[in-house]
């Protein structure tokens, strides 16, 4: 596969090229903006570009939002190089279409796993299929499992969202199922803090899934852009979607993976809850079978019960996904970290939970007792429905404690205190009994007898 490397700057062109010829890519230089954008418009132009941020003529920048706008040129994937490491830059880049994001100096190691990554999305991105009754106006997002365009539906004359299935997916009738099943999921909720469903269907060998455009940022952005969010606008936010996902859970349905990009914030402040990939119905028992033992789910932000792969996964599942997610807005750091996936799901299922009050001491009592108590990991211990956590997430906000949290902590405490003394109690007599057949005890009974028997003898002498 071919990469593009535009940098102004020599040493840093020959040594990202030398190692990136290395790892098997054909490489093709500019030291340009102008350069490096007239040969990816050529016909067989690299697919990678890797685009110094600040170049003669034309920047990196500027080059991925002409990407961006281009529906007539084949997906490529975008690196902004620079040498500045500040959120503004990164920000700006990203806004500008950016796939990704490296500092300099660059760790090889990083570079080479990034081009990895971005050599299977480009595989996997299909180029753009006009669908019928739709004008695609440029390309939202891609990744490996769906490309997402903005569009104009022609008979309504409104702007939408256009999610179409990769190309290799189509031929594997699992993923295909998956996708419609996303759409009939969707289609099941009428919420407004829901992204809607308009429509699914098929053109060719196109699938695609028709749904609400919203304009706005996501969560994840935002934590980007602005760092955590303030615990009054985090508690607004978590309030929306903790009823988006009350909707969704008394039809029937779980959502399995609430996470900062899938929460989506409109112009006017109202959040949405997307993408309904790995929803599925409560009584699908035959869908949960066939999953068990799989892990579905990010793993930022799943449940420990989504790891096992458990079957009888429900709503507590989203709870502890909604309780991640939480943390991470007022906190800006995930619960857990590690160096790969493995490492990141094992603190999931064994590493106690580091208070969110002790990374933002600025939080109240009250907002961390509800993230701690979602992020129980016995689903049992959670809270049992999203009723009782809207309701703590309102009280919470105006100023009030938890009360549902604070009785289930309560009665948390008040068995395990039962238990405890119960414990305690039937351990007594045994431990008394059991001391009496212990060797010592009859040595040190023997040991006392002799020293009385010697004290005798030696009184009797004396006398």
């Known amino acids: 596969m071919k990469v593009l490397i535009a940098d102004d700057d020599i040493i840093w062109r020959k040594l990202l090229a030398q190692n990136i010829q290395k790892w098997g890519y054909e490489v093709v230089a500019a030291e340009d903006g102008q350069k490096a954008w007239n040969i990816l418009q050529e016909h067989g132009a690299p697919r990678i570009a890797i685009l110094d941020w600040q170049m003669p003529k034309l920047d990196g920048v500027d080059i ?5 706008n281009r529906l007539k040129l084949p997906f490529i994937y975008t690196i902004i190089l620079t040498s500045r490491d500040t959120r503004d830059d990164m920000v700006a880049g990203f806004e500008s279409g950016a796939d990704d994001y490296l500092v300099k100096p ?5 570079l080479r796993s990034r081009l990895k990554a971005a050599e299977r999305i480009v595989k996997a991105v299909p180029p753009p299929r006009q669908i019928p009754g739709y004008q695609l106006l440029g390309r939202l997002g891609a990744g490996a499992m769906a490309t997402v365009y903005k569009a104009r539906q022609l008979s309504l004359d409104r702007v939408v969202a256009v999610k179409i299935l990769p190309k290799k997916y189509c031929q594997m009738p699992e993923f295909v199922e998956r996708f419609y099943a996303e759409g009939r999921a969707a289609a099941k909720l009428n919420h407004p803090n829901i992204v809607a ?3 699914v269907g098929r053109h060719g060998e196109a699938h695609y899934f028709i749904m609400e455009y919203v304009e706005g940022h996501t969560v994840h952005e935002h934590l980007i852009k602005e760092g955590p969010y303030t615990e009054a606008d985090a508690l ?4 929306q979607i903790a009823k988006a996902l009350n909707h969704a859970h008394q039809a029937g349905l779980i959502h399995r993976d609430v996470k900062p990009k899938n929460i989506l914030i409109t112009s006017k402040g109202v959040a949405k809850l997307a993408d309904m990939g790995l929803a599925r119905a409560v009584s699908d028992r035959e869908a949960a079978e066939a999953e068990a033992g799989k892990a579905f789910g990010t793993p930022y932000y799943i449940s420990p019960e989504q790891i096992h792969g ?37 603190k999931h299922l064994d590493e106690p939970l580091l208070p969110p009050d002790h990374i933002n001491p600025g939080l109240t009592n009250g907002i961390s007792e509800i993230i701690e108590l979602c992020m129980v990991k016995d689903p049992k211990k959670r809270y049992a429905s999203t009723t009782d956590l809207i309701e703590d997430l309102q009280t919470v906000a105006e100023g009030r404690p938890p009360m549902q949290a604070r009785k289930l902590i309560d009665l948390s405490v008040l068995t395990s205190l039962d238990q405890e003394s119960k414990a305690n109690e039937s351990e007594g007599p ?33 006398s």
């Open 430 to 462: 045994q431990n008394n009994g059991s001391l009496m057949m212990t060797p010592l005890f009859w040595i040190a009974v023997v040991g006392w007898f002799l020293v009385v028997v010697l004290l005798i003898i030696v009184i009797l002498q004396v």
């Open 106 to 110: 660059v760790d090889l190691a990083i």
């Open 64 to 68: 991925c939002r002409q990407i961006r």
């Open 197 to 199: 469903a308009l429509d």
């Open 310 to 346: 458990e079957v009888t996964i429900d709503s507590r599942a989203d709870i502890y996904n909604f309780g991640a997610t939480l943390y991470h807005m007022v906190t800006g750091k995930v619960p857990f970290e590690g160096p790969d996936v493995s490492s990141i799901l094992l």
């Open 236 to 239: 607004a936010i978590a309030i």
